[in-house]
């Protein structure tokens, strides 16, 4: 028994080391050549000038408004900027520092989630996924939304998860509250929309009244991180949701708002979702490969209601959001995806750590990463 106790703390050990040097190479890889990697581009200037002028008492309701359509998203990153330079001075660099540390951020969060709900050979698939993922390090490094993407989308699979598990109304008001940070963030977070409302309706069942409630708490959330906007549209006219409808309807529609900027044909989306798991297209298929054998396994699987509720619920945000790519006709950049990105590492490195002996798993991931 002692020689087993030794022998399990051993392990432990050894994987607390591993995981405390992929954070340490993480935080590396997005500091490194830290002076010549920082972007003050046109976007992040303004963001700038917003943020001086509301220290010079000049509050706004509105936030960054989209390159395309003319909408605006809600102030709380203008408020954010703002606090900063209030607390540094006027020094861009502390805002890459920021944005650094919310790459980083996602990474423990992302972490922490799949050793809460799952196992802690899940948890350390998706931190080998995660610390040297090319668009991740990118998205910690550049200015405006792109950290903040990733980082939103683990706080709501954090929020909602939590939620599965009080299963009381403020914990599903915080889901509301979680999720509205995209609208200060960015608008490609609606292609998690449908998934959300999918999981509401069927996780977590009870009576009629209970499931009408959790709507009414989430969109109460929403509705409060909306807030700023919609105050600010009631005073002008409605002017930016009825940009936004148009922009939506537009998009939607292959109209010109889409076909003459970046637009993904049926090919380019299936390429860029193979590129979420490796930029080796057969190492891809390899993975989503494994990753659906574990998925038919798991039925076979003795999992508690925990654990299969949590790949459940991974499974819906990944693979609808993914079909959502395919359905959308409207412009796509890389970063737009940053959200079903992340959702599909959790995912897939949750279904990988299933895979029995757990060497191969952590094998083929690791030659992915590294």
């Known amino acids: 028994m002692e020689e087993k106790h030794q022998r399990i703390s051993l392990r432990t050990k050894i994987y607390l080391l591993c995981v405390t040097f992929l954070f340490l190479l993480g935080i590396f890889l997005r500091v490194y050549h830290f002076s010549q990697n920082i ?14 002028r509301m220290l010079n008492g000049k509050l706004t309701l509105l936030g960054p408004q989209a390159s395309v359509g003319g909408f605006y998203l809600a102030p709380l990153y203008f408020y954010l900027v703002a606090a900063v330079y209030g607390l540094v001075g006027y020094v861009p660099q502390a805002m890459s520092v920021v944005f650094i540390g919310m790459g980083i951020a996602t990474e423990w969060i992302g972490f922490h989630l799949q050793k809460t709900y799952l196992s802690r050979t899940a948890a350390l698939l998706f931190l080998l996924f995660a610390v040297a993922h090319q668009t ?36 599903y008001l915080y889901v509301g509250l979680a999720y509205g940070l995209y609208f200060h963030v960015h608008f490609s977070g609606l292609l998690l ?15 009629m009244r209970y499931t009408i409630q959790k709507f009414i708490a989430v969109g109460l959330g929403i509705f409060i991180m909306l807030s700023p906007l919609v105050f600010f549209d009631l005073r002008h006219n409605l002017i930016t949701t009825k ?10 529609e292959g109209k010109a708002i889409a076909t003459n900027l970046p637009h993904w044909n ?32 798991m039925r076979e699987r003795h999992m508690n209601g925990t654990r299969r509720s949590y790949l459940t619920a991974l499974g819906v945000f990944s693979i609808s959001s993914a079909l959502f790519i395919f359905v959308y006709k409207g412009y796509l950049f890389d970063y737009y995806v940053l959200s079903q990105l992340t959702v599909s590492l959790l995912f897939v490195s949750a279904l990988l750590s299933l ?3 757990r060497v191969i798993a952590v094998g083929i991931v690791s030659i992915t990463a590294f």
């Open 355 to 357: 895979l029995r002996p």
């Open 193 to 207: 929309f449908p998934a959300l409302l999918l999981l509401l309706l069927v996780q977590n069942k009870g009576t």
């Open 266 to 297: 049926t090919v380019e989306k299936i390429q860029h979702i193979l590129k979420f798991f490796s930029p080796n297209i057969a190492l891809s298929l390899l993975i989503l490969g494994l990753a659906g054998f574990c998925a038919v396994k």
């Open 39 to 52: 972007q003050f581009d046109q976007d992040f200037g303004r963001d700038s000038l917003y943020a001086m």
């Open 243 to 252: 940009a936004f409808v148009t922009y939506i309807s537009a998009s939607a």
């Open 136 to 171: 991740l390090i990118i998205a910690s490094r550049s200015a405006t939304n792109q950290p903040m993407i990733p980082l939103v989308t683990v706080v709501t699979v954090l929020a909602y998860m939590s939620a599965l598990q009080k299963k009381t109304l403020r914990s």
